[in-house]
């Protein structure tokens, strides 16, 4: 059983808190009263069968999906509901989608630069450097005057997790990181994400790579019809997990 | 064959009808995209002047507003756009109801720009932290803009020919003077079809020009 990398978590501090969280969609009720305590440093790996609500558990973290019950607070104060404020938390929190969302118009470099300039005022030359030093650590310097449609997937995803630690964030939210990607090219990202953990980087993953979860975790949380069923260390939850869904929806997806 | 031309100032004319062109193009360039922000944007007031806006000036004549400006603002209450000759005060007024009209076309086809953007974009725009305002100046309005370049020509090219409308109020673009000449001269084929191809030289370039520039500045996804 490997163990999790990167200084074990135990008794920080708590940077998210969620408590009582509730969200419908229409009729649809997405998120069922979830309880998720994130402390600083730790990897939080949310896993589940689709349509389960882990998307939108991490999209409310910084607010792009709003709530309709319950508290999320960030680093000790409850989420800003709109307007300035709630563009400096979104500032501190890395976001990296399914899709990349790279900004089409733009090249890879302007892309690393545009939000320390706009938003934190950086001058254009230090945004230039930190956003070059940034794009060697993901492995895609060599890219850096390209626009995203000449990079391939994981590539583009690369520039996406760059672009998110360029803001220096508190916490990095990955919303099914590599599932838009080509199976040649999930380990590379995985791979950034595992040094990003190493470095002590507070981390919520929503994936479908066990593999990632087990090696890079410090929690895993098990979520089924905007519930959480289970939260457990990695070894615990897939050695062995205490619910019939989560040990139904194991079954499902490693014996095949 | 061409001497009853002697005497009329075509290029004068021609030149004014780039003038107005040019200046209400500008204009409503600036007044449609304000109104463009202002309907997307996530206040209600905004959006409901914005598409009261479209919805009344797009539906009325752009002859009743080129009269309007002379009758209504000029004559009746006396605003003159801090010109004191009256073919510039008419000028002015020409332009200022061009714009306000043209404005109501360029503001409807950058909204369609707007909804080819795909919401990811915006979404992580917002995630760095961008205000709204940021998110439409740097990442939204200039993607949908790429994508409009060539119905925003169509809206350049009819603001052209759009602008012998001015002649209601006596501004001596190139409509007035052909109607002056089909008065005094008796070659009416002829002078409408020099005036048709003096409309050519101007939409034609106009259309080739941004169609290619179209090609260029499409956003490849």
């Given at each position: 059983m490997p163990v999790p990398e990167g200084p074990a978590p135990e008794g920080g501090d708590a940077l998210v808190v969620l408590s009582r969280v509730d969200k419908h969609f229409g009729s649809l009720?997405?998120?069922?009263a979830v309880d998720l305590t994130v402390h600083r440093g730790e990897v939080v790996v949310v896993i589940g069968p689709s349509g389960s609500g882990k998307s939108t558990l991490c999209r409310a973290i910084n607010r792009l999906e709003t709530i309709d019950g319950g508290e999320i607070r960030f680093d000790g104060r409850p989420l800003p509901a709109e307007g300035r404020e709630l563009a400096r938390l979104r500032a501190d929190v890395g976001m990296v989608f399914q899709s990349f969302d790279l900004f089409a118009h733009k090249t890879v470099l302007d892309n690393v630069t545009l939000g320390q300039i706009k938003v934190r005022g950086k001058d254009r030359k230090s945004a230039g450097a930190r956003a070059r030093e940034l794009l060697g650590r993901v492995g895609v310097a060599a890219q850096a005057d390209k626009y995203p449609a000449q990079l391939s997937g994981g590539q583009q995803q690369r520039v996406a997790i760059a672009r998110a630690l360029a803001m220096d964030p508190k916490v990095m939210l990955f919303d099914e990181p590599t599932s838009a990607l080509d199976p040649e090219m999930i380990n590379e990202v995985l791979e950034v994400m595992r040094h990003l953990a190493r470095d002590g980087m507070t981390m919520v993953v929503v994936t479908h790579e066990m593999g990632f979860a087990r090696s890079a975790a410090h929690q895993v949380v098990f979520m089924a019809d905007g519930r959480i069923v289970e939260q457990a260390a990695p070894e615990d939850f897939f050695g062995n997990p205490r619910s019939d869904r989560a040990r139904d929806f194991l079954s499902k997806i490693l014996h095949h | 064959m061409f001497d009853f031309l002697e005497g009329y100032d075509l290029l004068g004319a021609f030149w004014v009808t780039v003038q107005l062109t040019f200046w209400s193009a500008l204009g409503s360039l600036l007044w449609g995209t304000l109104l463009a922000a202002m309907r997307v944007g996530p206040v209600p007031l905004m959006r409901g002047f914005a598409s009261a806006y479209v919805g009344i000036v797009r539906n009325i004549p752009l002859t009743v507003i080129i009269v309007f400006t002379s009758l209504g603002l000029f004559q009746t209450l006396g605003i003159s756009l801090g010109a004191d000759r009256f073919t510039t005060i008419n000028f002015r007024l020409a332009v200022l109801g061009l714009t306000a009209y043209t404005s109501a076309f360029v503001c409807e086809a950058l909204r369609s720009g707007i909804n080819t953007v795909p919401l990811g974009q915006v979404e992580a725009a917002r995630a760095l932290g961008l205000s709204f305002p940021q998110t439409l100046r740097l990442i939204v309005l200039p993607q949908a803009f790429r994508s409009v370049v060539g119905p925003l020509a169509n809206v350049l090219i009819a603001l052209t020919k759009n602008t012998t409308v001015a002649a209601a109020i006596g501004v001596a673009e190139a409509a007035l003077l052909m109607r002056e000449m089909i008065e005094n001269e008796a070659q009416l084929i002829l002078i409408s079809a020099i005036f048709a191809f003096g409309f050519l030289c101007l939409t034609l370039p106009t259309g080739l020009l941004l169609g290619r520039l179209a090609r260029k500045a499409a956003v490849k996804r």
């Open positions: 009720h997405v998120l069922r | -």
